[in-house]
Protein backbone atom coordinates (compact mmCIF):
# COMPACT_ATOMS: atom_id res chain seq x y z
CA UNK A 1 0.00 0.00 0.00
CA UNK A 2 2.98 2.27 0.42
CA UNK A 3 4.73 1.17 -2.45
CA UNK A 4 4.35 5.26 -3.55
CA UNK A 5 6.55 6.30 -1.44
CA UNK A 6 9.28 3.39 -1.97
CA UNK A 7 12.41 3.48 -3.75
CA UNK A 8 12.07 4.25 -7.39
CA UNK A 9 14.59 1.79 -8.07
CA UNK A 10 16.84 -1.09 -6.41
CA UNK A 11 21.19 -0.63 -6.09
CA UNK A 12 23.64 0.23 -3.99
CA UNK A 13 24.27 3.92 -2.41
CA UNK A 14 27.81 5.06 -1.03
CA UNK A 15 28.71 8.13 1.17
CA UNK A 16 32.07 8.73 2.20
CA UNK A 17 33.72 11.45 4.49
CA UNK A 18 37.81 11.77 5.82
CA UNK A 19 39.67 14.44 7.85
CA UNK A 20 42.09 15.07 4.90
CA UNK A 21 40.61 18.42 4.37
CA UNK A 22 37.87 21.07 6.00
CA UNK A 23 35.37 19.78 4.12
CA UNK A 24 35.74 16.38 5.13
CA UNK A 25 36.60 15.32 1.25
CA UNK A 26 39.63 13.11 0.20
CA UNK A 27 42.42 15.35 -1.05
CA UNK A 28 42.47 14.76 -4.72
CA UNK A 29 39.20 15.40 -5.41
CA UNK A 30 39.30 18.83 -3.07
CA UNK A 31 42.31 20.30 -5.13
CA UNK A 32 40.67 18.91 -8.48
CA UNK A 33 37.60 21.04 -7.90
CA UNK A 34 39.59 24.01 -6.14
CA UNK A 35 41.82 24.49 -9.48
CA UNK A 36 38.06 25.08 -11.57
CA UNK A 37 36.40 26.80 -8.92
CA UNK A 38 39.20 29.61 -9.03
CA UNK A 39 39.61 29.41 -12.69
CA UNK A 40 36.14 29.77 -13.08
CA UNK A 41 35.78 32.97 -10.91
CA UNK A 42 38.64 34.81 -12.76
CA UNK A 43 37.21 34.19 -15.82
CA UNK A 44 34.04 35.16 -14.85
CA UNK A 45 35.72 38.61 -13.27
CA UNK A 46 37.14 39.21 -16.80
CA UNK A 47 41.17 38.06 -15.50
CA UNK A 48 41.29 34.61 -16.80
CA UNK A 49 40.99 36.26 -20.46
CA UNK A 50 40.96 33.55 -23.46
CA UNK A 51 39.64 30.29 -21.17
CA UNK A 52 36.13 29.43 -21.59
CA UNK A 53 33.91 27.47 -19.62
CA UNK A 54 34.07 23.84 -20.45
CA UNK A 55 37.20 22.38 -18.00
CA UNK A 56 37.75 19.55 -15.90
CA UNK A 57 40.65 18.70 -13.86
CA UNK A 58 42.68 15.36 -12.23
CA UNK A 59 45.16 15.32 -9.30
CA UNK A 60 46.83 12.82 -8.47
CA UNK A 61 48.62 12.32 -5.06
CA UNK A 62 50.91 9.76 -3.26
CA UNK A 63 49.74 8.10 0.07
CA UNK A 64 51.62 6.90 2.50
CA UNK A 65 50.57 5.53 5.90
CA UNK A 66 46.88 6.60 4.77
CA UNK A 67 48.07 10.31 4.58
CA UNK A 68 48.50 12.31 1.46
CA UNK A 69 52.25 13.40 1.72
CA UNK A 70 52.73 14.82 -2.22
CA UNK A 71 50.78 15.47 -5.72
CA UNK A 72 52.35 13.16 -8.25
CA UNK A 73 50.71 14.98 -11.47
CA UNK A 74 47.87 17.55 -12.35
CA UNK A 75 45.89 17.12 -15.92
CA UNK A 76 43.73 20.23 -16.57
CA UNK A 77 41.87 20.20 -19.81
CA UNK A 78 40.52 23.64 -20.61
CA UNK A 79 38.45 24.97 -23.37
CA UNK A 80 39.79 28.46 -25.06
CA UNK A 81 39.72 30.94 -27.55
CA UNK A 82 41.35 30.25 -31.40
CA UNK A 83 43.59 32.94 -30.09
CA UNK A 84 45.62 31.03 -27.48
CA UNK A 85 48.38 28.52 -28.58
CA UNK A 86 48.71 25.64 -26.02
CA UNK A 87 52.02 27.50 -24.22
CA UNK A 88 49.97 30.56 -23.53
CA UNK A 89 47.13 27.90 -22.08
CA UNK A 90 49.64 26.91 -19.92
CA UNK A 91 51.47 29.41 -18.84
CA UNK A 92 48.38 31.16 -17.66
CA UNK A 93 46.65 27.95 -16.09
CA UNK A 94 49.61 26.78 -13.90
CA UNK A 95 49.80 29.80 -11.77
CA UNK A 96 45.72 28.17 -10.63
CA UNK A 97 47.80 24.87 -9.55
CA UNK A 98 49.71 26.74 -7.28
CA UNK A 99 46.95 28.72 -5.52
CA UNK A 100 44.52 25.71 -4.69
CA UNK A 101 47.16 22.89 -3.61
CA UNK A 102 49.25 23.76 -0.60
CA UNK A 103 53.08 24.54 -1.41
CA UNK A 104 54.21 21.33 0.55
CA UNK A 105 51.63 18.92 -1.37
CA UNK A 106 53.89 20.70 -4.92
CA UNK A 107 57.52 21.55 -4.24
CA UNK A 108 58.52 18.41 -5.40
CA UNK A 109 56.25 18.08 -8.55
CA UNK A 110 57.86 17.55 -12.09
CA UNK A 111 57.25 20.16 -14.39
CA UNK A 112 56.39 16.91 -16.89
CA UNK A 113 53.61 15.91 -14.74
CA UNK A 114 51.93 18.39 -15.51
CA UNK A 115 49.93 18.20 -17.79
CA UNK A 116 48.04 21.04 -19.76
CA UNK A 117 45.65 19.92 -22.99
CA UNK A 118 47.51 17.26 -23.41
CA UNK A 119 45.52 16.19 -26.30
CA UNK A 120 46.28 19.76 -28.08
CA UNK A 121 43.64 22.76 -28.53
CA UNK A 122 39.95 22.70 -27.34
CA UNK A 123 38.42 25.56 -28.69
CA UNK A 124 35.17 23.78 -29.34
CA UNK A 125 33.71 22.68 -26.16
CA UNK A 126 29.96 22.11 -24.13
CA UNK A 127 27.45 19.82 -25.37
CA UNK A 128 29.00 21.06 -29.19
CA UNK A 129 32.47 18.93 -28.20
CA UNK A 130 31.09 16.07 -25.97
CA UNK A 131 28.21 15.00 -23.93
CA UNK A 132 25.75 17.10 -21.55
CA UNK A 133 25.26 16.61 -17.74
CA UNK A 134 22.76 13.41 -18.13
CA UNK A 135 24.60 10.24 -17.25
CA UNK A 136 28.29 12.45 -15.80
CA UNK A 137 30.81 10.40 -14.60
CA UNK A 138 29.86 9.52 -10.94
CA UNK A 139 33.32 9.49 -9.94
CA UNK A 140 33.95 12.99 -11.18
CA UNK A 141 30.43 13.95 -9.05
CA UNK A 142 31.19 11.76 -5.65
CA UNK A 143 35.00 11.18 -4.53
CA UNK A 144 37.20 10.66 -7.23
CA UNK A 145 37.85 7.29 -7.24
CA UNK A 146 38.90 7.63 -3.47
CA UNK A 147 35.86 5.36 -2.18
CA UNK A 148 33.53 2.87 -3.34
CA UNK A 149 30.15 4.54 -4.98
CA UNK A 150 27.14 2.65 -6.66
CA UNK A 151 23.95 3.41 -7.79
CA UNK A 152 23.97 5.10 -11.21
CA UNK A 153 24.64 8.69 -12.53
CA UNK A 154 22.89 11.37 -10.02
CA UNK A 155 22.53 13.98 -12.98
CA UNK A 156 19.36 14.07 -15.26
CA UNK A 157 17.17 12.34 -12.46
CA UNK A 158 14.98 14.18 -9.70
CA UNK A 159 15.41 12.81 -5.90
CA UNK A 160 12.95 10.49 -5.77
CA UNK A 161 15.73 8.36 -7.41
CA UNK A 162 17.53 6.44 -4.31
CA UNK A 163 20.80 6.77 -7.05
CA UNK A 164 20.60 10.35 -6.33
CA UNK A 165 18.68 10.96 -2.67
CA UNK A 166 20.01 8.06 -1.10
CA UNK A 167 23.92 8.69 -1.76
CA UNK A 168 22.96 12.19 -0.06
CA UNK A 169 22.01 10.69 2.89
CA UNK A 170 25.14 8.24 2.85
CA UNK A 171 27.47 11.22 2.80
CA UNK A 172 25.36 13.69 5.55
CA UNK A 173 25.82 10.73 7.80
CA UNK A 174 29.32 9.96 7.05
CA UNK A 175 30.20 13.33 6.87
CA UNK A 176 28.41 13.50 10.47
CA UNK A 177 30.01 10.70 12.23
CA UNK A 178 33.55 11.87 11.15
CA UNK A 179 32.76 15.50 12.12
CA UNK A 180 31.14 14.42 15.57
CA UNK A 181 34.84 12.48 16.41
CA UNK A 182 33.82 9.05 16.14
CA UNK A 183 35.84 8.19 13.31
CA UNK A 184 39.07 9.66 11.50
CA UNK A 185 37.15 8.18 8.10
CA UNK A 186 33.76 6.78 7.38
CA UNK A 187 32.30 4.96 4.62
CA UNK A 188 28.40 4.42 5.10
CA UNK A 189 26.71 1.85 2.37
CA UNK A 190 22.93 2.15 2.04
CA UNK A 191 20.87 -0.14 -0.05
CA UNK A 192 17.06 -0.51 -1.27
CA UNK A 193 14.43 -2.40 -3.47
CA UNK A 194 12.38 -0.71 -5.90
CA UNK A 195 8.98 0.18 -3.82
CA UNK A 196 9.90 -0.78 -0.62
CA UNK A 197 10.14 1.87 1.72
CA UNK A 198 12.91 1.25 4.14
CA UNK A 199 16.30 0.03 3.02
CA UNK A 200 17.32 -3.53 2.37
CA UNK A 201 20.47 -2.62 3.85
CA UNK A 202 22.62 -0.33 6.40
CA UNK A 203 26.42 -0.99 6.42
CA UNK A 204 29.07 1.43 7.91
CA UNK A 205 33.01 0.97 7.68
CA UNK A 206 35.31 3.49 9.73
CA UNK A 207 39.08 3.85 10.24
CA UNK A 208 39.30 0.22 9.13
CA UNK A 209 36.66 -1.88 11.23
CA UNK A 210 32.68 -2.76 10.48
CA UNK A 211 30.78 -0.64 12.95
CA UNK A 212 27.17 -2.21 13.71
CA UNK A 213 27.25 -0.20 16.60
CA UNK A 214 26.75 3.15 14.35
CA UNK A 215 24.41 1.15 11.74
CA UNK A 216 21.99 -0.07 14.40
CA UNK A 217 22.19 3.64 15.93
CA UNK A 218 21.35 5.08 12.16
CA UNK A 219 18.31 2.53 11.62
CA UNK A 220 16.95 3.42 14.85
CA UNK A 221 17.52 7.14 14.59
CA UNK A 222 17.75 8.19 11.07
CA UNK A 223 14.46 8.10 8.38
CA UNK A 224 16.11 6.23 5.40
CA UNK A 225 12.98 6.02 3.46
CA UNK A 226 13.01 8.07 -0.22
CA UNK A 227 10.10 10.29 1.44
CA UNK A 228 12.08 10.44 4.80
CA UNK A 229 15.65 11.66 2.89
CA UNK A 230 13.48 14.07 0.62
CA UNK A 231 11.68 15.56 3.30
CA UNK A 232 14.95 16.16 6.04
CA UNK A 233 16.64 17.66 2.90
CA UNK A 234 13.82 19.64 1.31
CA UNK A 235 15.13 17.97 -2.22
CA UNK A 236 12.02 18.95 -4.23
CA UNK A 237 12.88 22.66 -3.06
CA UNK A 238 16.94 22.70 -4.08
CA UNK A 239 18.24 24.06 -7.08
CA UNK A 240 19.88 21.51 -8.81
CA UNK A 241 21.93 23.13 -10.91
CA UNK A 242 24.40 23.94 -8.07
CA UNK A 243 25.16 19.74 -8.58
CA UNK A 244 26.26 20.55 -11.77
CA UNK A 245 29.83 21.67 -11.32
CA UNK A 246 32.38 20.83 -8.90
CA UNK A 247 30.64 17.43 -7.80
CA UNK A 248 27.59 17.09 -5.64
CA UNK A 249 30.04 16.56 -2.14
CA UNK A 250 32.25 19.08 -0.11
CA UNK A 251 30.01 21.92 -0.72
CA UNK A 252 28.61 24.15 2.36
CA UNK A 253 25.65 25.40 -0.05
CA UNK A 254 23.91 22.18 -0.46
CA UNK A 255 21.82 20.85 2.65
CA UNK A 256 23.09 17.38 3.10
CA UNK A 257 26.43 18.84 3.61
CA UNK A 258 25.17 20.13 7.07
CA UNK A 259 26.61 19.16 10.08
CA UNK A 260 24.00 18.11 12.78
Known amino acids: DNKDEGAGDQGIMFGYACKETDDLMPAPIHFSHKILRLMAEDRKKG ?3 GIEPDSKSQVTMLYENDKPIKVTSVVISTQHSKELNQEKVREIIIPYIKKSIPENY ?3 LDSKEIYINPTGQ ?3 GGPDGDTGLTGRKIIVDT ?5 PHGGGAFSGKDCTKVDRSGAYMARYLAKNIVSSGRASNAT ?3 SYAIGVVEPTSVYVYADGKVRPDLANWIKENVD ?3 KGIIDKFRLFELDLTETTLYGHFGR ?4 YERLD
Request: charged residues 15%; proline residues 8%; aromatic residues 12%.
Open 224 to 226: LSP
Open 106 to 108: VKD
Open 143 to 147: YGGYA
Open 252 to 255: DNLP
Open 188 to 190: VQL
Open 47 to 49: ILK
Open 122 to 124: FII
